[in-house]
C-alpha cells in the first residue's frame, strides 16, 4: 500500500505536467454560475458550478466524477465526444480532491441519476494531499477533532450539526431583536476578571505595562451599560476560563449574555424558557425531540424547584434543618453516590450554604435530565444577586439538562453598600483556599454608586444549547475547532527533565494517578506500577511538563526527579473498570500506561508476543497510570477510591 510521502510524491509530479502545459492549477478566476444544490433543479438546463472531487471512475472515452460543494452533491459525466479535447486530456492529471469547475447540461443517466453531462471543465486548485478515506480514514476522534476540515468533508452529521449551530444563534439573537433589545459589544481583555467563578487567562500589555485577563464573562459590563441608560442589552460572545476540558467543557466557548433593567429574576426564567421554545420551534420545527436516547421536550412551562427542594426530592436530605456547619457536613458525608476525594473540598467550606450548593452540584446535577429550572441559591455562592426574603437565598436561578448546567441568572444586586461586603466575604473565600472566588471590581462598585435600577440578568452557554439540539454528548461535537492539546501525545525517547523548584506551576493544576485492582496479588501490582511510572515518565515527548525537582538534603545529598505533582493511587474493582478508564483517556487524548497479566509472562519478547496474540478485549489489566490537567482527570476517575 502507498504511504503518503508516495500519494504526494506522485500528486507533485502532476503538478509539474500541468505547469508544463501552461496550465495554471490556481487560477484567480472562477466561472459559477449556480450552486450544486441549485444544479440540480434545472433538468434540461445549461449550468456552471463548481467543487472538490470526493468520487472518480471510469476509463477510456467516459469517465464518471463525484463532485461536491456546500450545497450537495451531483455526478459530472465526462465523454470524449461531448468534452472539449483539451480538458479530457487533463483527466490523468486530476484526482480525489482537487477542486474543479464544470460546464454542462444537467440531464440524467440511464440509471436515472441526476448528472451534469460536461461540455468543458477547468482545474481550480490542485491538491497534494488525497482524503483520509483513501488511505487510513478519520477515525480517531482527537484526529476529526484537530482536523475538522477534513471531518466535514467525510461526515455530513457533523457538517450538518455546525450548520444547525449557526441557525440556532441567529435565533436567538432573532428573537432578541424582535422585542427591542439592542446588541452590544464589550472587552475580551479585561483588567479585572469578574461574573463568574473560573480561573482565568492572563497575558500583559507590553505598551501599558500592565495585566489583563481574558473574559470570563460579560456581565460587568453589559451591567455597566444598563447604569448608562440603556434598558435591554445583550452580546453573544466568546468567554474563556482556564479549566479541566471534559464532555461539556471547553476553555473558549461561546456565551449568550442579557441585561433587562426594571425586571427580576421571575421574568427571567420566563424569558429563557420563550428563548429555548422559539429556538427549538424555528430550528427543527417541533419542541420534542431525542438527546442521547431520551426525548427531551422544550415546551414551556419546564418543571421549577428551590434548591433546597431539589435536594430533597432527590436526596431525601432536608437541609433546611441544618442548624451548624459541622452537621451540614456530617449529613453530607451520609449521602451515596458523592466521590470520596470531594470530601477535601467540603473541609474548607466555612459556611452552611456553601454546603448546600456542594451537594446539590454533586448529588442531583446529574439527575435532571428534562430542562429544569433550580431557583434560589444560598447567599454564599451567589455575590452578584439580590436577596430573597429569607436573606440566606438569593433571587438566582439556573437551568438543566441532561444533567448539565445550560445557564446562571439572577436579579442583580444593585446596592452597592451590600455589594461591597459580598466582595469582602469573596476575599475571605480566596484566603480559605477556593482559587475561583468573585474578584472584587472596584471601577464597577463606582459605577453602581451612580445608580444602576433594578434589572435581570440572564445567560445561556451556546455550545451546551447546541449540543441538546443536535443530539451532540461532547461540547466537542458543536465547536468547530475545539480546544486541543497543540500536539498529540505520542511515545518517544525523551528522558524526564528536573526542574528547579522556582517559578513552579500550580501542583494542584495537574497530576499522577494510578489506578490498580485490588483484587492482584501485591507484589504483582508493585512490579505493574513500576513498569507504568517508569514508562509514563520516560515515554513521552511532554515529559518534562511532568515537572520534576532536584531535593537535597541538610548535607547537600541529591535525591533527583522527585514528582513536583501529586501521585494518587486509587483501587479498582476488576480489568473492565480499568479498561473504561483507558477507553475515556484515549478518547480525551490523556497520556497513560497500562499493564495486563500478558506483560508478566517469561522475556519481554514473549510479552510482546502474547500481547500481540491477545485481543484488547481478553486482556486482564492490572493497572493503569495517567497524567494531566487534575479537573479533567477527576470527571472519570472520581468514582475509584483511594487504594489502601
Known sequence: MATIDDLKKARLEKLEALKKQGIDPYPSSVRRDQTIGQAREMDAKEVAITGRIVGMRGHGKIYFVDMQDESGHIQVVLKADSCTAAAFSLIPLLDIADFIAVQGMIGKTQAGEVSVFASDFQLLTKTLLPLPD???????VEERYRKRYLDTILNEDVKHRLQLRSKIIDSVRDFLTDRGFLEVETPTLQP?????????????????????????????????MIVGGFDKVFEITKVFR?????HDHNPE????????????????MDIIEEIFEYTALKVLGTTKFMYQGVEMNVKRPWSRYKVVEAIKEFTGVDALSWKTLAEAKAAIQKVEGIAEHKFAELKKMQHIGECIAF????????????PTIIYDYPIEISPLAKKCADPRFTQRFEMFAFGSELGNNYTELNDPIDLRKRFIDEKEREKAGFDEAHQTDYDYLTAIEHGFPPTCGIAIGIDRFVMLLTDARSIKEVIPFPTLRPEKMTGVDVAPVAVKATSLPDEKSMRFIAILRDDVEAGRLMNALGHMTAGLAGGFEKAKDMCFLQYKDKEGGVHPNISHFPFIVLKADNAKQIRSVREEAKKRGIIFTDFTSTMTVGTSADQVRKTGETPEAELDYFGICLFGKTDELREFTKKFSLFK
Open 134 to 140: 483513501q488511505w487510513h480514514g478519520l477515525k480517531d
Open 359 to 370: 451537594l446539590f452540584e454533586e448529588a442531583v446535577e446529574e439527575k435532571l435530565i428534562q
Open 242 to 246: 482556564n479549566e479541566g476540558v471534559d
Open 253 to 268: 466557548f461561546t456565551m449568550f449574555e442579557a441585561q433587562i433593567a426594571y425586571e427580576d429574576y421571575s421574568y427571567g
Open 192 to 224: 479585572v476578571y469578574g461574573g463568574g467563578f473560573a480561573r482565568p487567562f492572563s497575558t500583559h500589555h507590553n505598551e501599558l505595562d500592565a495585566n489583563f485577563y481574558l473574559r470570563i464573562s460579560d456581565e460587568m459590563y453589559l451591567k455597566r
